[in-house]
């Protein structure tokens, strides 16, 4: 896109996604060795905080030797948006020389994006967030000499 001063290009990345899958495990085995999954005994609540993003009082162990009724990716982690822009302007030295100016900006507002909240049924940081995914806030800077 053209800006109207001067002969200035700007570019922008928008990216929007929804949360991902993951499914709730329980810290300690019930089968005997293999991965277990709890029980679902109540609704199933997003307080969608860091410190609690979903309700860890709606799983429970199962019995032992048997498995739990929880599926597969039952629950969502926090979706994540990022944008992306650059800005940029060919000098035209002579015909068939020229420099072009490129300034970028990686995630320019600095938006945080956050990890997968703990998903073990028995730790107690269940259903936390504890860390970040993708980069800061990143510039970069351009010079390009065509000829």
């Not at 060795?33 to 199933?44: A, E, K, L, M, N």
């Amino acid at each position: 896109m053209d800006l109207v001063l001067g002969g200035w290009q700007t570019n922008g990345i928008l990216t929007v996604q929804t949360g991902q899958p993951f499914s709730p495990v329980l810290q300690t085995s019930t089968t005997n060795g293999t991965g277990s999954r709890p029980d679902v005994v109540g609704q199933v609540t997003y307080p969608r905080t860091l410190q609690r993003w979903f309700d860890p009082g709606a799983f429970a162990t199962p019995a032992p030797y048997t498995y739990g009724n929880a599926s597969r990716n039952s629950l969502f982690g926090p979706g994540r948006t990022n944008w992306d822009m650059s800005l940029l302007k060919n000098f035209v030295i002579r015909e068939e020389m020229r420099f072009e100016f490129r300034a970028e900006a990686f995630n320019v507002f600095n938006h945080p994006q956050f990890g997968l909240p703990n998903q073990n049924i028995g730790n107690s940081q269940v259903g936390s967030i504890t860390s970040t995914v993708g980069n800061p806030r990143q510039l970069q800077l351009g010079l390009r000499f065509q000829f």
